[in-house]
Each structure stands twice: as C-alpha cells, then as structure tokens.
C-alpha cells in the first residue's frame, strides 16, 4: 500500500465507533496518532489482520519524515501570527532585536518574528518542531523536581510501549556498545551526571528544553541479567509540550546518539 499522506488515510480502515478501546477519545485522534508514528495501527482491536497488514512500520516512519517538514513550515506559520514577546514572556524565554531565544541541549537557539530559526547547532527538525511548538502551545509552568516515567504523563499510558521501542531501547543499544555515550551527553550536549537514582548506575539530566529536561537512567547488566535504560520526565513536562511532541523529542535523542555511536565507528544495525 503506499504510504498514507495524512491522517483521513488511516482513518478510512477504522471502525469509527469511537469506543475508546485503544485509549484515544476518538477513531480521528487515533488515526493522527498513527499517522505521527506515535500509536501503532493494532492498537485499535477493531481492525482485520489484513488492514494491519496494510501498514507496517517501515511506512508509518517514511511519513513522518515526509511529514516533519510539512509540519515545521506549519508552525513557522503560526509563530509569526503571534506576539513573540509575550510568548517568551509565558515560557521564560529571553527576547530582544525580535528574536526569542532559550538554550537547547545548552546552545542558542532563536526564532524571529517571521518564524525563521537561527542556532549554533545544526537545525533538524526533531529539535526544532519541540521548540516551536513549546512557544506555541507552552504553559510556562516551572519545575517540580518529581521525575516520572512517560507512561505517567498525560496520553503517555498508550503511546509507552512505542515510545519504549523507539527511545529506551534505542539508547540503551547505543549505551550498551558505545561506552563513552555518557561522557558525551555531558561534553557535547551539556548535560549534568547527577546521583544515581531509582538505584540506577549512571544517571545524566539533559536539558533539550529548559522546561523540558530528560533524566536518562542506565543500569549496568549484572548476574546474567540484561542492562536496561529508562528515561524520565519532570511530572510538568505534558503542561509545557504535548505528549506527541515530547515523543518527537525522545525519538529524536535516540537517532541522534545512534548516528553519533555510527561516526565513531560502532555499527548499529537496528536504528530506531
Ligand atoms: S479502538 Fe478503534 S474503533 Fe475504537 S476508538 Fe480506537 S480507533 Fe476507533
């Protein structure tokens, strides 16, 4: 089948009963859901074998791509109908020559008032729809220090065993044959190795957003026992990005340290 180009694609298999069995409110949010790669299409118990079959992954992550860029000229749309200085107002971020800037992973990173993005780092779209749609859609609610598991912000529940997939275990593939990967969350991406916690072995707190920050805990494989990683959020982070956007970022995080484990040399043959 060829790869849907929007979500009405999806939403046309659906039983459109809207039961709420696969814990979206309506079919049309559980087709956009799919359609960001955030839910998989069998999560809807509705669906014949053969319409399942009718999209695998594969496709589901060419769209996204496809999508990402849609989506980024979308949100540069909307930033410059706003009024940027009360945004950078709400969200605590710095405004001046009409351009609102915050610290991403510890770099500069501004939007003018024409929606035109300059940084130091490279622009990709994983961090950049995060940072628009923080000024767009962001509280601005200040840290509460309680780390949580995404499953336990908002809509995370059903979106988790994806988000497991695409983030945890891609980072943990990474941190598992590429050792320096801490050491480089905390040079390269100014992040903070902070004490253990949830009696993990290592665990670093980086901030892609200041509102944002990500606490990646890793354990180490011990009496025949595998390792395992797990990634926390601050329980305000579904107040200042919604929590398909927070899964952009994790699965963004993930690609990065993977293509960054490639560039020195280690072979990882099943991105996320
Ligand atoms: S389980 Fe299927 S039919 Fe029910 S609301 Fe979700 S998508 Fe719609």
New binding site residues.
């Given amino acids: 089948m060829p790869h849907p180009r929007n979500a009405m694609e999806i939403y046309q298999f659906?039983?459109?009963?809207?039961?709420?069995?696969?814990?979206?409110?309506?079919?049309l949010?559980?087709?956009g859901a799919v359609f960001m790669g955030q839910r998989k299409i069998s999560?809807?118990?509705?669906?014949t074998q053969n319409i399942i079959k009718k999209f695998s992954d594969n496709e589901i992550t060419n769209t996204i791509e496809q999508n990402r860029d849609a989506t980024l000229q979308t949100l540069k749309d909307e930033i410059s109908a706003i009024d940027l200085a009360k945004a950078a107002d709400r969200i605590g971020a710095r405004f001046s020559g009409k351009k609102l800037t915050l610290k991403v992973l510890g770099k500069d990173f501004s939007v003018d008032t024409n929606g035109r993005l300059s940084t130091d780092i490279h622009v990709n779209p994983w961090v950049a729809v995060p940072f628009l749609n923080h000024i767009l859609y962001g509280k601005g609610i200040p840290l509460s220090g309680n780390w949580v598991p995404f499953r336990e912000l908002n809509g995370g529940q059903e979106r988790y065993p994806l988000f497991q997939k695409r983030c945890e275990e891609g980072i943990k593939r990474v941190a598992d044959i590429y050792t320096d990967l801490f050491d480089d969350m905390v040079h390269l991406f100014n992040g903070r190795q902070v004490e253990k916690q949830f009696e993990s072995d290592i665990a670093v707190v980086l901030k892609p957003l200041p509102l944002v920050p990500i606490m990646v805990c890793y354990w180490l494989p011990e009496d025949g026992l595998e390792s395992s990683l797990n990634i926390f959020f601050d329980e305000t982070a579904d107040q200042n990005l919604d929590i398909g956007t927070i899964f952009t970022l994790g699965a963004g995080l993930a690609q990065m340290f993977g293509k960054l484990a490639q560039r020195h040399g280690y072979p990882l043959n099943d991105m996320p």
């Fill in positions: 659906l039983d459109k009963s809207n039961c709420r069995e696969c814990g979206e409110k309506t079919c949010a559980f087709a999560d809807c118990p509705k669906l």
